[in-house]
């Protein structure tokens, strides 16, 4: 079993940074894949990106790639993602991801485990 709580959501203006992060706990944090997705109301979740168990590998969805940085904390069992220049288009609720199949990189349809959200608003 894996628990992940999220944390660092919050309104910001078009333009603006937001660093969200993840605390997972249950397992040997550096053996798993970790990741984020969102989903925006109305929308299916989609992977926004993904990073390998010890950091070495990480994926980006097309649309945050050279905005968005995930990094991980193997000492710490967190993972962040730092969002630069947010856009209204990336309002959506953001949920951490596991995956204890893999140690490259999260599926595209996301991995076994959950956190419960965090919401992300950019006004425009």
């Known amino acids: 079993q894996v628990q992940l709580v999220e944390s660092g959501g919050g309104l910001v203006q078009a333009g603006g940074s937001l660093r969200l992060s993840c605390a997972a706990s249950g397992r040997t944090f550096s053996s798993y894949a970790m990741g984020w997705f969102r989903q925006a109301p109305g929308k299916e979740r989609e992977f926004v990106a993904s990073?390998?168990?010890?950091?070495?590998?990480?994926a980006y969805a097309d649309s945050v790639k050279g905005r968005f940085t995930i990094v991980r904390d193997n000492a710490e069992n967190t993972i962040s993602l730092q969002m630069f220049n947010l856009k209204p288009e990336d309002t959506a609720v953001y949920y951490c991801?596991?995956?204890?199949?893999?140690?490259?990189?999260?599926?595209?349809?996301?991995?076994?485990?959950w956190g419960q959200g965090t919401q992300v608003t950019v006004s425009s």
């Open positions: 991801t596991a995956d204890t199949r893999s140690t490259t990189r999260i599926p595209d349809n996301g991995g076994d485990y």
């Open positions: 990073i390998s168990r010890i950091g070495t590998y990480t």
